[in-house]
Structure formats: C-alpha cells, structure tokens
C-alpha cells in the first residue's frame, strides 16, 4: 500500500491521502467495532421476550462469577474511596470555607449521586469486562464459536444474553453495596478524624438525601451493567489473531467500556438533573 | 473461613513478593546500563499519542460530571460560588491522577500486557534471551520508564483539558460564567496542589507499568494465557491504585501539616 | 565436548517430569528425544541452555556448569547453543534482516553493517530463502518460511550445538523433508552437535545417531537406531509398529547427504 503512494511522493495531494490513510484505517476499524456493538445490543434486547431465551442456570453462573467474583475488590475499593473522600472534602471545606459542618452532607451526597456508582462501574468494565473479552476472544480464535453454529446453538442467546441480564442484576447489586460500603466507611472516618457523631451523620443524610437519589443510583447501575457486556462480547466475537488478536480485543474492550461508562454517566446525570 | 484469609493472606504475600522482585530486577537493570534514551523516548511518544484522545475524550466528560455534581450539592448549601475552585481542586488533587491512571491501565496496562504476554507464549521472549540480549532492558525498561513518564504527560494535558471543559459546561449549564470560575481558584490551589498530583501520578503510573508488565512477562498457556494475563493486570492495577490512592493520599496530607507546622515555627503566614 | 546430564529432577507443582534423568550426547553427534505430548522432551532441552533450571541435578555443556553458571557464564554457553523454538518465535516489530542479524548485534566484537547483511543473506540462502523477504515482516511471510527464518536466526552467530524443539510439527511433507534434510546436511557439514526434540519416529530412524526415549519421567531407551529397533519395551515397539504399518519413506538410515533441493 505505502509503496504506491510513495511513488509520487512529491505531490502534496498523495500526501494528504497518505495522512488520511493512516487515520482512516483506525478510524475505519473503530466505527466498525461500534456498528457490530450496536447491532449486537438490538440481537440481544430482542432475544429479552422470548422465555427459550431465560435460561437459569447460565443467569445464575454468570452472576457468581461476574458478580459475585467482583464483590471482593468492589468492596476494598469503595472502603478505601470512603475514607479518601472524606479527607479530601474535609480538606477543600477546610481550606476555603473554614467549617466543617458540612462534611456529612456533602460527603454523603457525593458518593450517593457519583462515587458509589462510578467505582463499581469502573471496577466491572476492566474485570469483568476484561475477562468476557478474552473468554469469548480465545474461544473465537479457537474455532469454539464456529462450532457452536454448526451445531445450531446460537452464541448470543448461549453466551451474550446470560452475560447481559447476569450484568445488569450484579451492576445493581453492587452498586448498592458500594454506596452502602463507602459510606460506612465514611461515616467511620468522619467519627474517628472529625469529631462528629454518628447520629448527625444520619441526620444530614436524611435532611439531603431522598428516594430519588437512590432510585438514580440504581438506574445508572442497571445502564452500566447493561453496555458492559455487549461492549465486551463484541469485541470478543469480533476477535481474530490468534494470541495477538485476544490480547487486542481485550484491551479496546475494557477501554471502550471505561470510556462508555463515563459517557453515559454524564448524559444520565444530565438527565437526571433536569428531570428531578 | 479462618482457611480462607489465611490462604488469601499466603497469595497476597507471593504476589507482592514476586511483584517486588521483579521489580527490583527492572530498577538493577536500568541502573546497570549505560543510559540509552532513544527506545525510552520512542515510547513516551508513542504510549502519549496512543492514550491522548481516550484522555482527552474522558477528560471533558469526567470534568462535565464534576460540575454538574457538585453545582448540585453546593446550590443546596448557597454556595455555588465555590464552584471553579473546588472542581478545579478535585480534579488536580484526586480525581484526575486517578482517572488518567484507569485509562491509563486500560489502554496502555492492558496492551503493554497483552504485547508481552504474546511474545511471553510464542516464545520470543526465550529466543531473545538465547540470542543473548538481556530481556528485561530490551523490552521492559523503554515500556516501563515510558509509561511513568507518559503519566506525568498525561496528567498535565488531561487536567488542561478537563478544567476547560469544567469551565465550558459550567458556563452553559450552571450559569457560572468563566470570571465567576476562575476567580473561586486561587484560594484553593497552590504550588502544593500541583505537587501533590503530580506526585500521585507518578505513583499511579509507576504501578501500572509494573503489574502490566509483570504480568505480560509472567504469561503462559497459549491465547488463553494471553487473555488472562490482561484480566489479572486490569484487575491488580485497580486493585493497587486504589490503596496507593489511600497512601498518598496520607501522605500528602501529613506532608501539608508538617509544612504549616514550619510555617508556624518560622513565623510566617498559615 | 559435549552435553551431559546428571541425575537431573524436574517437578511441576504435584506433577514429576523429569525424575533422575542421566545421559551424555556426544560431540558430533545427532540425538533424537522422542516420547509422547507432555512427557518433557522440552523441558530437557531448556535445561540445556538455562531457560529452565532442575530442581536437582547438573547439566554441563563443555564441562561447564550451566545450573550454577553466572549471568556471563550462561550468555558465553548460550552463544554456543543455537535454539530452534516450536513456534517461530520471530520477533513481529523487526523485519527479517533484522531478526537475523539479532543474535550477531550483541557480539563482544561488533561487526559492520556489511557483513551483518553479508551473514544474513548466507544464513537464508542456508535455507533456501532469498534476499526478497529480507524487508518483510513475520506477519507477511508463510508459517513455512517463518520457521526457516527462525532456523536462519538460530544459524547466524555460528553455534557448535543445535538444539531444535520439533522442528517439522505443522508442516507440509515437502518442508518437513527439507528441514529433516537440513539438520542432517548442518550436523555433518557444520560438525554440529544437535539435540532435537520430535514426536516424529520416521524421521528419527531416518537421520539420528542416537536415539533417546523418555516416559513417565524416566528414560525409556538409549541408544543407536539399530539398538532401538531391537528394543523389547511395548512402548517402543508400538512407535515402531505404528510406523511400519504405514510407510510412507524408507526407514534405511542415512549415511551421506544429499544436498539441499532446490
């Protein structure tokens, strides 16, 4: 290819289709990952009505192992962040305003409205998003998923679709526990470090914090477990390379997932705040 | 269950002590040879390059979410005036090294991973050290040094863009127009703030280059073996991050006090 | 001069590969390691040049110690031992020339360009590979042609002892016969020693000297082609059997070489 181009390399219009080339092939490359990701998410929603698709078991083995799998280093995570959060706040309140009465309100509301649930977000996108990639990856270079079609399984209502409800059950489970987990711990610093009482914790909680806030919690959760699997799984089907390609699509997968997550926690949360 | 923290607490310990091992292999090889910077230098440029747009990308967006968030809880306390000083703050101090090390993890960890791992189980790796050239200085110090070095690089262009594109939403979404921003900033941020970021970003990077690489050396088993060894650098990188993020964070903190205590000492302003 | 192995054990968690193994491949000599998948014919031959170390046990080449060799010691013993990988192990950010020319860039006396090209271009023709792919990357060539680049790179820093890790497994016949005919040409040409690690009996009886066997982490049989042939271990004689009631070539041993088709 760069041969041919290189023949008339004096002409500024062959350099300009070289440049364009070189970004157009990653530029290709990518818009055809998101169209089959895409394409992939309306397979998947489709299969959501058909009970032949429901199958318990798998539901459930996905959930131990993505969710189940995750708990650990969800939980580590979240206690860790509790107590940095407070201490930054407490800092920045500090600092500038001089007060740190509002420690407990805006600590809590922080980590209900963003950090409870970008942490587990995160956290699944590289994990477990990761691990689907490569599974899925090996299985392709090594031919598994071509036989699975001859013998007439189809891979998204066998491997996608358990992964994807699997997700979206475990997303919101954790998130809830890395919200209950990262005030706990903040709850606890604050105490311990800031002299205040558990009970004005609760207190300003209660003043700033309403079902809503939650429920968006919980929403978001749900979204987040909702795209990672589908990113992951098409990367994975899309693999090809042998070693090289499973090591690639692993990489862009947990990448795109990251970079999706924060997209769409930023739409949610716009939407969110005109909503409410 | 006694049993299992036991068996958790024996695996820790050999994969901290395999981690510093290999690390102080990296650090006797990169001391023992005589400093050759191109490879190093192709790398930065090419892990910068690779990782800016992902950066830039999450940089606005992450710097929106912020804005958004906190104009929220300030405007429940009257106190959105603090709005430019605190996003700006939160993001040189914590947030920002700690997202561009994610991203950083993902693209970079995850590929220097994967690359390694692949030559580790096609058995490149063997055939360099048979050929006679040290693998280590070969292949991992220009990946190590260039992923450090590419952090601070990073983090530098990651928090310019982030805080203009903090400043642009909130202009337009909260109302909070750039003089209003700018202004809330110096009393939050000091030559400390950026210190301490940088600092942590070393830190950040310095992790994710060495479990990334570790890793990758480390693989075995074929292309499963590959793809393991990108979930396990994934999941370690965020695993160590997290609690490094804990550390420095104390650090830096017991450094600020210490530094007012000689301020005290020395008479002037606090 | 040559390579020896005493007593050596190798473990693997709870699995035992290698358990008291002792043998000396003589210099000059072709040696052939066959046994079934797993049974650790390649364990045995990276214990040779370090890649791997026993758990007990020594191994010498040239009466040198390579379980205790120093970090200068094992670079000088893996000067003399080229490796020939089971996969073509080339290196995919460098191109053919360069993945040649690797092993001569690291030579205490450095050599000129020209003559780094000079050997490159030797070694391939050794192969039967001209200067065409010398810009190509290992991505760009066949698997075939990977393998005997792979071959080239191990050739160029001139080793007195070839070790080869299933040279032929995923070839076609007629590369197959070529690299057979190949180790057999280097071996008395070049006055090498080789090690070869194979599954492949035919091939074995064709052009070994000697022929090792090794099962359930112990040596099975030592000895040369005829001695094998006579052996009386069930093993042994299924391999054997196996073959004959299948042949595909003569099974006559080699005495002289050919030259390498064309």
Redesign the interface.
């Given at each position: 290819m760069s041969e041919e181009l290189l023949i008339n390399k004096h002409s500024t219009g062959r350099h300009i289709l070289h440049i364009l080339h070189i970004l157009g092939r990653p530029l290709h490359q990518a818009a055809t990952n998101w169209w089959a990701i895409f394409i992939l998410f309306g397979q998947t929603l489709s299969r959501l009505p058909r009970a032949s698709c429901w199958r318990r078991e798998e539901i459930i083995l996905a959930i131990v192992s993505s969710g189940v799998g995750s708990l650990p280093i969800v939980v580590v995570s979240t206690a860790f962040a509790g107590i940095v959060i407070t201490n930054e706040i407490a800092w920045h309140m500090d600092t500038a305003l001089h007060t740190v009465s509002m420690i407990p309100g805006f600590t809590g509301q922080f980590i209900i409205r963003e950090l409870g649930i970008a942490i587990p977000a995160f956290l699944l996108a590289s994990k477990v998003g990761a691990a689907t990639t490569a599974e899925i990856g090996s299985m392709k270079v090594t031919e598994q998923i071509d036989a699975l079609r001859l013998l007439g399984i189809d891979p998204v209502t066998y491997l996608v679709f358990p992964r994807f409800i699997a997700s979206m059950i475990s997303s919101a489970c954790l998130t809830l526990i890395a919200i209950a987990v990262t005030l706990l711990c903040a709850i606890t610093m604050a105490v311990l470090r800031y002299h205040f009482s558990v009970l004005e914790y609760l207190n300003a909680l209660r003043h700033f914090i309403g079902m809503s806030d939650v429920l968006c919690a919980l929403v978001k959760g749900i979204v987040f477990g909702a795209i990672i699997p589908v990113i992951a799984c098409g990367y994975g089907l899309q693999c090809e390379g042998g070693a090289e390609g499973v090591g690639t699509a692993t990489t862009n997968s947990v990448v795109s997932s990251t970079i999706a997550v924060i997209i769409l926690d930023f739409v949610l949360t716009y939407l969110f705040m005109s909503v409410f | 269950m006694r049993l299992f923290l036991q068996k958790l607490g024996h695996q820790a310990l050999h994969e901290l002590g395999d981690l510093a091992l290999f690390a102080g292999k990296i650090l006797r090889t990169t001391l023992s040879t005589h400093g050759n910077m191109g490879p190093v230098l192709s790398q930065v440029a090419s892990i910068s390059l690779r990782s800016l747009s992902?950066v830039a990308?999450?940089g606005v967006?992450?710097g929106?979410?912020l804005v958004?968030?906190f104009n929220?809880?300030l405007a429940?306390?009257d106190?959105q005036s603090?709005l430019g000083?605190?996003n700006t703050?939160?993001l040189i101090?914590?947030v920002g090294p700690l997202i561009i090390s994610?991203?950083l993890?993902?693209?970079i960890g995850?590929?220097t991973?994967?690359?390694l791992?692949?030559?580790r189980?096609?058995?490149?790796i063997?055939?360099?050290?048979?050929?006679?050239?040290n693998p280590i200085q070969y292949l991992i110090v220009p990946r190590f040094m260039g992923i450090v070095i590419s952090s601070v690089i990073l983090l530098a262009l990651g928090l310019l863009i982030s805080v203009t594109g903090s400043m642009v939403v909130a202009n337009y979404?909260a109302g909070i127009n750039f003089l209003q921003f700018a202004s809330?900033i110096p009393?939050?941020i000091s030559i400390g703030t950026f210190l301490g970021g940088m600092f942590k970003s070393i830190t950040y990077g310095t992790i994710v280059a060495l479990v990334a690489c570790h890793k990758g050396y480390t693989a075995s088993g074929?292309?499963?073996?590959?793809?393991?060894?990108?979930?396990l650098a994934?999941?370690y990188t965020?695993?160590y991050i997290?609690?490094a993020?804990?550390l420095t964070?104390?650090i830096l903190?017991w450094l600020e006090s210490l530094s007012h205590y000689f301020n005290l000492l020395a008479g002037g302003p606090t | 001069m040559s390579i020896r192995f005493e007593s050596i054990s190798k473990s693997f968690g709870p699995k035992t590969i290698l358990n008291n193994v002792t043998f000396e491949v003589s210099k000059g000599e072709i040696l052939f390691i066959l046994g079934k998948s797993g049974v650790g014919k390649s364990v045995t031959l990276k214990q040779i040049v370090g890649i791997l170390k026993p758990d007990t046990g020594k191994v010498y080449v040239d009466d040198e110690d390579v379980t205790t060799a120093s970090q200068n010691a094992l670079a000088d013993i893996r000067k003399k031992c080229g490796m020939v990988f089971q996969h073509p192990a080339l290196l995919d950010s460098l191109t053919v020339l360069e993945n040649v020319a690797f092993g001569l860039r690291t030579s205490r006396a450095p050599l000129s360009e020209a003559e780094i090209r000079q050997t490159v271009l030797e070694k391939l023709a050794l192969v039967n590979l001209g200067p065409d792919i010398l810009q190509s990357k290992p991505t760009e060539i066949s698997y075939g042609m990977q393998k005997r680049v792979s071959l080239a790179r191990t050739l160029a820093p001139a080793p007195s002892y070839l070790l080869f890790d299933e040279p032929t497994t995923g070839l076609d016949p007629i590369t197959t016969n070529f690299v057979n005919d190949l180790i057999f040409d280097l071996s008395r040409k070049l006055q090498v020693t080789s090690v070869v690690v194979s599954h492949d009996m035919a091939c074995a009886l064709k052009i070994a000297d000697k022929i090792l066997v090794l099962d359930q982490a112990r040596i099975l049989a030592h000895g040369s082609v005829a001695e094998i042939k006579k052996s009386r271990e069930p093993l042994i004689q299924s391999f054997l059997s196996e073959m004959l009631a299948e042949p595909t070539e003569s099974l006559a041993p080699r005495t002289e070489g050919p030259g390498i088709p064309a």
């Amino acid at each position: 290819m760069s041969e041919e181009l290189l023949i008339n390399k004096h002409s500024t219009g062959r350099h300009i289709l070289h440049i364009l080339h070189i970004l157009g092939r990653p530029l290709h490359q990518a818009a055809t990952n998101w169209w089959a990701i895409f394409i992939l998410f309306g397979q998947t929603l489709s299969r959501l009505p058909r009970a032949s698709c429901w199958r318990r078991e798998e539901i459930i083995l996905a959930i131990v192992s993505s969710g189940v799998g995750s708990l650990p280093i969800v939980v580590v995570s979240t206690a860790f962040a509790g107590i940095v959060i407070t201490n930054e706040i407490a800092w920045h309140m500090d600092t500038a305003l001089h007060t740190v009465s509002m420690i407990p309100g805006f600590t809590g509301q922080f980590i209900i409205r963003e950090l409870g649930i970008a942490i587990p977000a995160f956290l699944l996108a590289s994990k477990v998003g990761a691990a689907t990639t490569a599974e899925i990856g090996s299985m392709k270079v090594t031919e598994q998923i071509d036989a699975l079609r001859l013998l007439g399984i189809d891979p998204v209502t066998y491997l996608v679709f358990p992964r994807f409800i699997a997700s979206m059950i475990s997303s919101a489970c954790l998130t809830l526990i890395a919200i209950a987990v990262t005030l706990l711990c903040a709850i606890t610093m604050a105490v311990l470090r800031y002299h205040f009482s558990v009970l004005e914790y609760l207190n300003a909680l209660r003043h700033f914090i309403g079902m809503s806030d939650v429920l968006c919690a919980l929403v978001k959760g749900i979204v987040f477990g909702a795209i990672i699997p589908v990113i992951a799984c098409g990367y994975g089907l899309q693999c090809e390379g042998g070693a090289e390609g499973v090591g690639t699509a692993t990489t862009n997968s947990v990448v795109s997932s990251t970079i999706a997550v924060i997209i769409l926690d930023f739409v949610l949360t716009y939407l969110f705040m005109s909503v409410f | 269950m006694r049993l299992f923290l036991q068996k958790l607490g024996h695996q820790a310990l050999h994969e901290l002590g395999d981690l510093a091992l290999f690390a102080g292999k990296i650090l006797r090889t990169t001391l023992s040879t005589h400093g050759n910077m191109g490879p190093v230098l192709s790398q930065v440029a090419s892990i910068s390059l690779r990782s800016l747009s992902t950066v830039a990308f999450a940089g606005v967006f992450v710097g929106a979410i912020l804005v958004l968030q906190f104009n929220v809880i300030l405007a429940k306390y009257d106190a959105q005036s603090f709005l430019g000083g605190l996003n700006t703050s939160a993001l040189i101090r914590s947030v920002g090294p700690l997202i561009i090390s994610f991203l950083l993890a993902g693209k970079i960890g995850a590929y220097t991973a994967a690359e390694l791992g692949t030559m580790r189980v096609t058995e490149q790796i063997d055939a360099i050290e048979c050929l006679g050239t040290n693998p280590i200085q070969y292949l991992i110090v220009p990946r190590f040094m260039g992923i450090v070095i590419s952090s601070v690089i990073l983090l530098a262009l990651g928090l310019l863009i982030s805080v203009t594109g903090s400043m642009v939403v909130a202009n337009y979404s909260a109302g909070i127009n750039f003089l209003q921003f700018a202004s809330s900033i110096p009393k939050f941020i000091s030559i400390g703030t950026f210190l301490g970021g940088m600092f942590k970003s070393i830190t950040y990077g310095t992790i994710v280059a060495l479990v990334a690489c570790h890793k990758g050396y480390t693989a075995s088993g074929g292309a499963r073996g590959v793809g393991k060894a990108v979930t396990l650098a994934a999941v370690y990188t965020n695993l160590y991050i997290v609690i490094a993020n804990y550390l420095t964070s104390e650090i830096l903190s017991w450094l600020e006090s210490l530094s007012h205590y000689f301020n005290l000492l020395a008479g002037g302003p606090t | 001069m040559s390579i020896r192995f005493e007593s050596i054990s190798k473990s693997f968690g709870p699995k035992t590969i290698l358990n008291n193994v002792t043998f000396e491949v003589s210099k000059g000599e072709i040696l052939f390691i066959l046994g079934k998948s797993g049974v650790g014919k390649s364990v045995t031959l990276k214990q040779i040049v370090g890649i791997l170390k026993p758990d007990t046990g020594k191994v010498y080449v040239d009466d040198e110690d390579v379980t205790t060799a120093s970090q200068n010691a094992l670079a000088d013993i893996r000067k003399k031992c080229g490796m020939v990988f089971q996969h073509p192990a080339l290196l995919d950010s460098l191109t053919v020339l360069e993945n040649v020319a690797f092993g001569l860039r690291t030579s205490r006396a450095p050599l000129s360009e020209a003559e780094i090209r000079q050997t490159v271009l030797e070694k391939l023709a050794l192969v039967n590979l001209g200067p065409d792919i010398l810009q190509s990357k290992p991505t760009e060539i066949s698997y075939g042609m990977q393998k005997r680049v792979s071959l080239a790179r191990t050739l160029a820093p001139a080793p007195s002892y070839l070790l080869f890790d299933e040279p032929t497994t995923g070839l076609d016949p007629i590369t197959t016969n070529f690299v057979n005919d190949l180790i057999f040409d280097l071996s008395r040409k070049l006055q090498v020693t080789s090690v070869v690690v194979s599954h492949d009996m035919a091939c074995a009886l064709k052009i070994a000297d000697k022929i090792l066997v090794l099962d359930q982490a112990r040596i099975l049989a030592h000895g040369s082609v005829a001695e094998i042939k006579k052996s009386r271990e069930p093993l042994i004689q299924s391999f054997l059997s196996e073959m004959l009631a299948e042949p595909t070539e003569s099974l006559a041993p080699r005495t002289e070489g050919p030259g390498i088709p064309a």
